[in-house]
């Protein structure tokens, strides 16, 4: 399903558009054996009966009476100011004749109600859009505020990152359902991603060991085999070994520095879910020095809140403005072995700072050795919104910028560690970098 536009007044014809994905194939519909199955629709009628709702009676037919409830249910979202829609729920309640704004608590047993409709009727990833378009284009925060309806929603970044950007104003009786939503998501995203980081930087700390003067018993037999094949001696059939390969020792003391510099604006919410989980499952990894920093005009230091993800989470205050030559100044301080360090600015690049002061900090980093990336996005959406004028004088200055999935993460610490060349290495992933103004 794809994301419904957002039209500030929906209307019809943008219904049809924001719900076709869903409601167009028996596949956007729930498939629960105990359901109904006259609910899924069985033809192409059916099908645009419900992308197009009422309107289409003459020309599409009237809708099962099983089908009748999932129309409801997407007029409600989609046709918000509609009969049944979730602005006009003031006639619903018999609070008064007029429609009332979206947000107000007395009409929160009908969004309740609707929560538990989309649950019935559409998959989990259908469901989790659905909530997203009522929390973005509706403004229906009670979802989140009442441990009722809170319990009632499908778990994703995108709710955690509401949950997160709320946290101030949570009431106090719902703040632990929400800290039991956050974990829920964040325990699935440790156990979906931790393997896959965990395992790309260990194989590539180890790629990047070299022992050049190995004892008897650290000698790797078939690496200096191979490094001495050319030192064949066919009189004496033996290698005359002038190479030794050893195993890499190991490391005392962390051997790579990571710094995360997290931008905590509002439009990169889902970015700084997924950058603290990562941090987190670094910060586990003795091999690698892990901080942690956001920042909006302030800069804030988490690092020692790495330990658990959902603390981290909730010490984010996301919104306000952006500072982000400070935050990298902030973070210029913490380095103490610049050839052996990572920065990975995580930000869309709107400097509401001193662009001229980042340029200057960030040509330094460079010169000094610093691995300085730049990800416009750390989620699952598509192309940011970012500024591509500063990207373009970043790109010039040697520091690469891109978007990034979570699923290319693990790849892209992996080659920083093995300090490949960046741009080499997201080329290679078919991800698009900034290229430096001609």
């Known amino acids: 399903m794809t994301t419904a536009p957002s039209a500030p007044a929906p209307t019809p014809a943008s219904t049809s558009t924001s719900v076709s994905a869903s409601a167009s194939s028996p596949s956007g519909l729930a498939t629960d054996p105990a359901a109904d199955p006259t609910a899924t629709p069985t033809n192409r009628l059916q099908r645009w009966r419900l992308v197009l709702g009422e309107q289409a009676k003459d020309s599409c037919g009237q809708p099962t009476t099983a089908q009748e409830a999932i129309e409801r249910a997407l007029a409600a979202l989609y046709d918000p100011d509609g009969p049944s829609g979730l602005n006009n729920r003031s006639r619903q309640t018999g609070a008064g004749s007029g429609p009332r704004s979206a947000g107000r608590g007395q009409s929160a047993p009908t969004v309740a109600r609707w929560l538990g409709d989309i649950r019935t009727y559409f998959p989990s990833s259908v469901v989790q859009v659905m909530q997203r378009d009522a929390l973005e284009r509706l403004h229906l925060r009670q979802m989140l505020l009442e441990p009722e309806m809170l319990e009632s929603t499908q778990p994703d970044v995108h709710l955690v990152a509401s949950l997160v950007a709320l946290s101030g104003v949570i009431p106090e009786e719902t703040k632990a359902t929400a800290r039991q939503v956050v974990?829920?998501?964040?325990?699935?995203?440790?156990?979906?991603?931790?393997?896959?980081?965990?395992?790309?930087?260990?194989?590539?700390?180890?790629?990047?060991?070299?022992?050049?003067?190995?004892?008897?018993?650290?000698?790797?037999?078939?690496?200096?085999?191979?490094?001495?094949?050319?030192?064949?001696?066919?009189?004496?059939?033996?290698?005359?070994?002038?190479?030794?390969?050893?195993?890499?020792?190991?490391?005392?003391?962390?051997?790579?520095?990571?710094?995360?510099?997290?931008d905590q604006s509002g439009s990169m919410a889902a970015s700084v879910v997924y950058s603290s989980i990562f941090g987190a499952v670094m910060a586990s990894l003795p091999a690698v020095a892990t901080k942690l920093v956001v920042f909006d005009t302030a800069v804030v230091d988490l690092t020692e809140q790495l330990q658990d993800p959902v603390d981290l989470l909730f010490g984010v205050q996301l919104g306000g403005g952006t500072d982000i030559n400070g935050a990298v100044g902030y973070c210029q301080g913490l380095i103490q072995e610049p050839r052996n360090t990572i920065l990975l600015l995580i930000s869309d690049l709107y400097e509401g700072g001193v662009e001229a002061g980042l340029l200057r900090r960030a040509s330094e980093l460079v010169e000094s050795g610093v691995q300085f990336i730049t990800l416009l996005a750390l989620s699952d959406e598509g192309a940011p919104a970012y500024d591509r004028a500063l990207a373009a004088k970043l790109a010039a200055l040697g520091v690469p910028s891109f978007a990034c999935t979570p699923d290319a993460f693990p790849g892209l610490m992996a080659a920083a560690i093995r300090r490949d060349d960046i741009n080499t290495w997201a080329a290679g992933q078919g991800i698009k970098t900034s290229r430096a103004a001609e």
């Open 183 to 262: 974990r829920r998501v964040v325990d699935e995203l440790m156990a979906k991603l931790n393997e896959p980081l965990r395992s790309a930087i260990s194989g590539a700390l180890d790629r990047s060991q070299r022992n050049r003067r190995p004892r008897l018993a650290e000698i790797d037999w078939h690496r200096t085999i191979r490094a001495n094949l050319r030192h064949w001696q066919p009189d004496y059939r033996t290698i005359v070994p002038q190479t030794l390969v050893g195993y890499g020792r190991k490391a005392r003391r962390p051997q790579r520095e990571v710094i995360l510099c997290i």
